[in-house]
């Protein structure tokens, strides 16, 4: 089983970058892994992901240009740059972890972080 604890959150100005990491404990390299963000009031969104070998990466429209994904399998981490932050980024960043590339079934992911702050100023 998959447990997963993310890392990089913090307070940014308009027009910054973050990374954000998420390492894994189990079997990392035979699951997808995905960035769901949500933020007050907000239904949980996803962001982006990668695939298992051959790592396909997707994106929200939201994102692209902007957040790349990707993934260490030596290091059993995922990694989630953010460049040009906009003031509606802010949100809790969650990393998750399923065996196929549904992306947008949150019910059938196998494991999910306990999610990291980021906040982005105007």
């Known amino acids: 089983q998959v447990q997963l604890i993310e890392s990089g959150g913090g307070l940014v100005q308009a027009g910054g970058s973050l990374r954000l990491s998420c390492v894994a404990s189990?079997?990392?390299?035979?699951?997808?892994m995905a960035w769901f963000r949500q933020a007050p009031g907000k239904e949980r969104e996803f962001v982006i992901a990668?695939?298992?070998?051959?790592?396909?990466?997707y994106y929200a429209d939201s994102v692209k240009g902007r957040f790349t994904i990707s993934r260490d399998n030596a290091k059993n981490t995922v990694y989630l740059q953010m460049n040009r932050l906009k003031p509606e980024d802010t949100a809790i960043y969650y990393c998750?972890?399923?065996?196929?590339?549904?992306?947008?079934?949150?019910?059938?992911?196998?494991?999910w972080g306990q999610g990291t702050q980021v906040t982005v100023s105007s």
């Open positions: 189990g079997p990392f390299s035979s699951v997808g």
């Open positions: 990668i695939s298992r070998k051959p790592a396909g990466t």
């Open positions: 998750a972890a399923r065996a196929d590339n549904i992306w947008l079934d949150l019910s059938s992911y196998v494991a």
